[in-house]
């Protein structure tokens, strides 16, 4: 698998998914914000603990298009909250756990803070009974504290 690292992108998807399948479906685009302390004033400055969750109600089944981060981050989606947890303190480099619940991981460097993914990314909700909750990890790599801002494009299949 290949290594993500700052300064190139990289998404992984556990199901492809052509855009034209999508197309008839109404884009929207969904914003969530999360403050970080100073990495000065963080001991743990680049650990899991620099990492905020999100939990964003998107829909219990959404296509993605498009991501944008205020400033240079590792985002990571997944299918159900525990899932989130369970995978929170892995590094960058390190393959997930088999069936994580991992649906997407982007590290994005400054130069690259919007991304237009080349394939649709899947992403579902796992919880029982199914919710319009996706869970969401960003990771602050800015080298300050920040609001990082990221809106994801994307095209919602079930409410």
């Known amino acids: 698998m290949p290594q993500s690292f700052l300064g190139a992108p990289e998404v992984m998807a556990e199901t492809k998914v ?11 685009n969904t914003t969530f914000s999360t403050a970080f302390i100073p990495e000065s004033l963080n001991s743990n400055a680049g650990s899991d603990l620099n990492t905020a969750n999100n939990d964003v109600a998107i ?8 991501l944008v981060a205020s400033v240079p981050c590792r985002v990571r ?3 159900t909250s525990a899932n989130r947890t369970a ?3 892995r590094q960058i480099g390190t393959v997930e756990a088999a ?25 579902f909700n796992a ?3 199914n919710t319009n909750i996706i869970y969401f990890a960003v990771q602050n790599f800015s080298g300050a504290g920040a609001v990082i801002t990221v809106t994801l494009t994307s095209f919602v299949l079930e409410d």
């Open 87 to 89: 995978d929170q303190s």
């Open 127 to 129: 919880d029982n009974p």
């Open 18 to 28: 052509d855009k034209n399948q999508v197309k008839q479906r109404t884009q929207i």
């Open 59 to 66: 829909g219990k089944i959404a296509m993605a298009r498009k």
């Open 99 to 123: 069936n994580s619940g991992l649906l997407l991981e982007i590290t994005i460097g400054s130069g690259f803070l919007t991304l237009d993914f080349e394939e649709i990314i899947e992403l």
């Open 77 to 79: 989606a997944y299918t």
